[in-house]
């Protein structure tokens, strides 16, 4: 027996062993992958079965959302509140539908039905519809032409209130015109019957001026023409008088020296105050004002510029007055208050001072002609009508011509160099026949700045723009 090699065996066991276990993995291989591929089909069958029930459940959320959607019902609400509020729904807001049992596709037929009724009803409204739209076109196409026709008439209508109110205006412009002139004329008429009036209260108080005789003749008269006639007849009676005397005192030329003096010295001085008008009668010093006692206060007014003398002197030269007071009432028929406008210390307005001023007779309005050109500042302007306005004031009266019942002549002058004379031609000829006609009446001529004196006023004052009032002293 031949003998065995022990690595041999060995190999061969092992072997045997290796070829047993490499069987037994492969077996054991086999079922265990055999049993996975089994769970793996199970696992795959069981995932599709999972998979279909997944998409059913999908499907049928998809429909419950859809039909949640379609129906209105809120996420998560269950069937017994949506049946609740179909309930409610079908209750509140489809009380005609009373089909049963109620659902929403019978609720869908029955609103389908109940459209084709709206839309049954909707085609006929809106076949009334046109039917009035065409009526009312017509209608509105009738008005139109009623409207052209209206608007046509209008226009026609305007057309002749437009001519209509152009004659009017023309009418009315020559009524107004018409009525201008009758205005004026009436104006003219009433200044006429002012002046008129004013000329027969001065001619009623021009009878104190007549002779004794006359005085009786004219007290007697009543119409102002024939007191007029009587003062005519008296001053042409003067006016020979004065042509004598004149005649008279030419010939004292180669008369007696000493009569010539007597004579002269009997004539009155142009600067002197031919006589007292008033007095003072009292003198107020707290508040600055004297009574004035007058032989009458008829056409003094307030406002009215009084001169002061020492009644020493009856016949006072014109600047040895002792002051100015200045009218502010009249207290009666021969009283009047007087506020003091200028005097001094040294020589104070007493009682007993004689007043007087030359524009203003007791019981008369004086007349002032003003004549030439009247400069009253530096401007150069002709100021005549503020130099009237101031006379005016005064109490006296400015008139065009020189009378014999003149007061006084204002002589302006010519006008400034610079200005020329062109203009001033026809006032210098009414300038020269009212200077020879004072003349011829023995009417006194004076400059601006004398009247103004006699006003209480001078240049400086007017230039100013300001009056003096009641001054201290």
Same mark, same amino acid.
């Given at each position: 027996?031949?003998?065995?090699?022990?690595?041999?065996?060995?190999?061969?066991?092992?072997?045997?062993?290796?070829?047993?276990?490499?069987f037994?993995?492969?077996?054991?291989?086999?079922l265990?992958?055999?049993?996975?591929?089994?769970e793996?089909?199970?696992?795959?069958?069981?995932?599709?079965?999972?998979?279909?029930?997944?998409?059913?459940?999908?499907?049928?959320?998809?429909?419950n959302q859809?039909?949640?959607?379609?129906?209105g019902?809120?996420?998560?609400?269950?069937?017994?509140?949506?049946?609740?509020?179909?309930?409610?729904?079908?209750?509140?807001?489809?009380?005609?539908?009373?089909?049963?049992?109620?659902?929403?596709?019978?609720?869908?037929?029955w609103?389908?039905?109940?459209?084709?009724?709206?839309?049954?009803?909707?085609?006929?409204?809106?076949?009334?519809?046109?039917?009035?739209?065409?009526?009312?076109?017509?209608?509105?196409?009738?008005?139109?032409?009623?409207?052209?026709?209206?608007?046509?008439?209008?226009?026609?209508?305007?057309a002749?209130r437009?001519?209509?109110?152009?004659?009017?205006q023309?009418?009315?412009?020559?009524?107004?015109?018409?009525?201008?002139?009758l205005?004026?004329?009436?104006?003219?008429?009433?200044?006429?019957?002012?002046?008129l009036?004013l000329?027969?209260?001065?001619?009623?108080?021009?009878?104190?001026?007549?002779?004794?005789?006359?005085?009786?003749?004219?007290?007697?008269?009543?119409?102002?023409?024939?007191?007029?006639?009587?003062?005519?007849?008296?001053?042409r009676?003067?006016?020979?008088?004065?042509?004598?005397?004149?005649?008279?005192?030419a010939?004292?030329?180669?008369?007696?020296?000493?009569?010539?003096?007597?004579?002269?010295?009997?004539?009155?001085?142009?600067?002197?105050?031919?006589?007292?008008?008033?007095?003072?009668?009292?003198?107020?010093?707290?508040?600055?004002?004297?009574?004035?006692?007058?032989s009458?206060?008829?056409?003094?007014?307030?406002?009215?510029?009084?001169?002061?003398?020492?009644?020493d002197?009856?016949?006072?030269?014109?600047?040895d007055?002792?002051?100015?007071?200045e009218?502010?009432?009249?207290?009666?028929?021969?009283?009047l208050?007087?506020?003091?406008?200028r005097?001094?210390?040294?020589?104070?307005?007493?009682?007993?001072?004689?007043? $007087?001023?030359? &524009?203003? %007779? +007791?019981?008369?309005?004086?007349?002032? *002609?003003?004549v030439g050109?009247?400069? !009253? #500042?530096?401007?150069?302007?002709?100021?005549?009508?503020?130099?009237?306005?101031?006379?005016?004031?005064?109490?006296?009266?400015?008139?065009?011509?020189?009378?014999?019942?003149?007061?006084?002549?204002?002589?302006?002058?010519?006008?400034?160099?610079?200005?020329?004379?062109?203009?001033?031609?026809?006032?210098?000829?009414?300038? $020269?026949?009212? &200077?020879? %006609? +004072?003349?011829?009446?023995?009417?006194? *001529?004076?400059?601006?700045?004398?009247? !103004? #004196?006699?006003?209480?006023?001078?240049?400086?004052?007017?230039?100013?723009?300001?009056?003096?009032?009641?001054?201290?002293r």
């Open positions: 027996m031949a003998t065995t090699n022990p690595t041999v065996y060995r190999l061969s066991i092992a072997l045997i062993v290796f070829v047993l276990l490499t037994i993995l492969t077996i054991t291989t086999y265990f992958f055999k049993q996975r591929m089994d793996r089909a199970k696992a795959q069958v069981a995932e599709k079965a999972s998979s279909e029930k997944q998409e059913a459940l999908n499907t049928a959320q998809a429909e859809k039909l949640r959607e379609w129906i019902a809120a996420e998560g609400s269950t069937l017994e509140t949506i049946e609740t509020d179909l309930n409610t729904l079908f209750a509140n807001d489809f009380a005609g539908f009373n089909e049963e049992p109620k659902s929403y596709g019978k609720l869908v037929s609103l389908r039905g109940q459209f084709r009724d709206k839309d049954k009803a909707v085609q006929s409204a809106k076949t009334d519809q046109e039917k009035t739209k065409k009526e009312t076109e017509q209608q509105v196409a009738a008005a139109q032409k009623n409207l052209k026709a209206a608007e046509e008439a209008k226009s026609e209508t305007e002749k437009q001519k209509q109110e152009q004659d009017f023309t009418r009315w412009t020559e009524h107004e015109s018409k009525q201008t002139e205005l004026k004329a009436q104006k003219g008429a009433e200044d006429k019957a002012d002046r009036e000329l027969i209260a001065e001619i009623a108080g021009g009878g104190q001026f007549l002779s004794a005789n006359r005085q009786k003749d004219f007290t007697a008269k009543e119409a102002a023409k024939d007191r007029l006639d009587l003062i005519y007849a008296e001053l009676d003067r006016a020979k008088v004065i042509d004598e005397q004149n005649r008279i005192l010939s004292l030329r180669v008369a007696d020296r000493g009569l010539q003096e007597t004579v002269l010295a009997a004539t009155p001085k142009d600067d002197r105050i031919d006589g007292f008008d008033g007095r003072v009668i009292s003198v107020d010093e707290r508040d600055r004002s004297v009574l004035v006692s007058a009458s206060t008829r056409g003094i007014r307030p406002g009215m510029i009084l001169h002061v003398f020492s009644p002197d009856e016949r006072p030269q014109a600047g007055r002792k002051g100015v007071v009218v502010t009432s009249i207290e009666g028929p021969a009283l208050r007087a506020t003091i406008r005097d001094s210390n040294r020589s104070p307005i007493l009682a007993g001072d004689g007043v $007087a001023t030359s &524009l203003w %007779t +007791a019981g008369t309005a004086p007349e002032v *002609v003003i050109w009247v400069n !009253l #500042d530096e401007v150069g302007e002709n100021d005549r009508e503020r130099l009237v306005e101031l006379v005016r004031r005064a109490g006296g009266r400015v008139v065009d011509s020189v009378t014999p019942m003149t007061a006084m002549v204002v002589d302006g002058g010519k006008p400034p160099v610079e200005r020329g004379e062109e203009g001033f031609a026809e006032e210098a000829r009414r300038q $020269a026949r009212n &200077l020879k %006609t +004072a003349e011829q009446f023995g009417v006194r *001529v004076v400059g601006i700045d004398a009247l !103004l #004196d006699m006003l209480g006023l001078s240049r400086s004052a007017l230039t100013s723009n300001s009056l003096p009032r009641a001054a201290t």
